[in-house]
Nanobody
Framework: VQLQASGGGLVQAGGSLRLSCAAS????????VGWFRQAPGKEREFVVS????????NYADSVKDRFTISRDNAKNTVYLQMNSLKPEDTAIYYC????????????????WGQGTLVTVSS
């Protein structure tokens, strides 16, 4: 499956952004999709994942209650709505597929998009 992330940009602290992850190549609804992020000088970290049906989600504590993941399988797209953004949310955000809902390590996912940069200014 091929993944393409988009929607990043520059936003002030407290603002919102919505990222999209568009997929092609396989039956999209078969795949758990996860979002990871990597800040400068730091390791890639898990943000959130969503089951193939969209019914189940798994959030990192750092984004719980601020970020919301959803998917539209008819459009082969997963969305990440990010609210109340903080400067520490600044990172390149990657979407990934081929893991399991409760996998939080990047090596546990098989397919990766190219990443989209989110910058939150204070």
């Amino acid at each position: 499956v091929q993944l393409q992330a988009s929607g990043g940009g520059l936003v002030q602290a407290g603002g919102s952004l919505r990222l999209s992850c568009a997929a092609s190549g396989h039956t999209f609804s078969n795949y758990v999709v996860g979002w990871f992020r990597q800040a400068p000088g730091k390791e890639r970290e898990f943000v959130v994942s969503i089951s193939g049906s969209g019914r189940y989600t798994n959030y990192a504590d750092s984004v719980k209650d601020r970020f919301t993941i959803s998917r539209d399988n008819a459009k082969n797209t997963v969305y990440l709505q990010m609210n109340s953004l903080k400067p520490e949310d600044t990172a390149i955000y990657y979407c990934a597929a081929g893991g399991s809902l409760y996998y939080t390590a990047s090596h546990q996912y098989v397919y990766w998009g190219q990443g989209t940069l989110v910058t939150v200014s204070s």
